[in-house]
């Protein structure tokens, strides 16, 4: 799956939880948290706080928000991550037109349905 990655500023207001999500149990929260840290793409862990993980029905896909330590110097993200084999790892990060490729009701579920025509078609 593609690694999306927008340039416009995403604020991180809070929002209330989508329909379909829950609230991780902890040894997934830490897992989800690692493996945003781990995923260097994302920039130095020292930088930013894991914030407001969300985990679909199903439990192999959630999101979470990028929470600036310095919102002088950096900008927050949302998030994508995808389970398999009993591993988080981050398939999707930016500020906008995130979930391309997810099945609908995982774009419903993390509230993460992208605009129409904004997902590039395979040619």
């Known amino acids: ?18 329909p379909g999500s829950h609230s991780p ?11 945003i840290h781990g995923d260097r793409a994302l920039g130095s862990p020292s ?3 894991v914030v407001d993980i969300r985990v679909a029905s199903g439990n192999q896909y959630a999101s979470a928000n990028t929470a600036p330590v310095d919102p002088t110097t950096h900008q927050g993200a949302l998030v994508i991550l995808h389970s398999s084999h009993g591993r988080w790892r981050v398939i999707q990060f930016g500020s906008s037109d995130l979930g391309c490729g997810l099945p609908r009701a995982i774009q419903k579920d ?3 349905t992208p605009p129409p025509g904004s997902c590039a078609q395979a040619g």
């Open 47 to 49: 930088t930013y706080h």
């Open 25 to 35: 149990s902890s040894a997934t929260r830490t897992a989800i948290d690692a493996a």
């Open 110 to 112: 993390l509230d993460v």
């Open 1 to 18: 799956m593609a690694l999306a990655v927008c340039a416009a500023a995403w604020t991180g207001a809070a929002s209330a939880a989508p």
